[in-house]
């Protein structure tokens, strides 16, 4: 039996019904897809979740009156397949008219995020009013995700790729700088969003290709479907609204 085998037979009998939070994005996602929203996806990559949580339905794409992604990376998103147009660019300046988004998406971008309050600005900025920002993004309450948050980037790098299973350049810096639903909900307030929800959801071992070592985090995965320890499951998953009514949004303060 290999090591992903043996992961899969301890998760069978440690935590069967926890689903992959890819998945319960994916879920969150196709939700708000209903409504045929005009769709921006920020740091889109090249692909909106993995192949194995969604692969989108092509005439549910068609229908969408506009669906754009953005990204800084050329190589990657020329290679995004689903999408009908591409922008090369900052999420943090967006180049887009103000209300030109229904639904914003950011699936595993924000904890890459040097100045996640000015995201959060600009995507309130974009949205028309009653627009979703939907974003999942690593808990920092999860304890490998905070050994990772302390992890030097030479260290961390050769690490993520072993146990994700991707190229070390498809492993990008992280900051962490909005990856609480304490720190969320200061950001969502100073910026003009409404929270329509913010909370932590399990998800699969990120020990996972280690095999028999796996059952640690399986167990840990496990006491966090209790709910005085939800609050330190593996992901969040965020759903901010823009006001209806445009509320101004107050300038911060200086730091």
Not at 53 to 69: F, H, K, N, Q, S
Not at 93 to 103: I, N, R
Request: glycine share 6%; with cysteine.
């Amino acid at each position: 039996m290999d090591r992903l085998a043996f992961y899969r037979f301890l998760k069978r009998h440690i935590a069967p019904n926890v689903k992959h939070s890819q998945r319960s994005y994916r879920d969150a996602l196709l939700a708000q897809l209903k409504t045929l929203p005009r769709w921006l996806d920020l740091g889109c990559g090249h692909q909106f979740t993995p192949g194995w949580a969604w692969v989108p339905d092509p005439e549910l794409l068609a229908r969408l009156p506009r669906m754009i992604g953005v990204d800084g990376d050329f190589s990657s998103i020329k290679q995004h397949v689903s999408l009908r147009s591409r922008v090369l660019g900052n999420i943090e300046a967006l180049p887009f008219a103000p209300a030109s988004f229904d639904l914003v998406t950011a699936n595993n971008v924000m904890e890459h995020v040097r100045e996640p309050e000015s995201v959060l600005r600009e995507v309130r900025r974009i949205l028309a009013p009653n627009g979703v920002f939907l974003f999942h993004t690593p808990n920092l309450g999860y304890p490998l995700v905070f050994a990772a948050s302390i992890m030097p980037e030479p260290v961390k790098r050769p690490i993520a790729a072993f146990l994700d299973g991707r190229a070390e350049d498809d492993i990008y810096p992280t900051t962490y700088r909005a990856n609480t639903i304490s720190t969320v909900m200061h950001l969502a307030s100073i910026s003009g969003f409404e929270i329509e929800s913010c909370g932590a959801v399990a998800s699969d071992a990120l020990t996972a290709a280690l095999g028999p070592l796996a059952v640690f985090e399986l167990l840990w995965i496990r006491a966090t479907q209790w709910g005085a320890l939800a609050g330190f499951r593996e992901d969040l998953i965020v759903v901010l609204r823009k006001p209806g009514d445009q509320t101004p949004v107050a300038t911060s303060a200086p730091q």
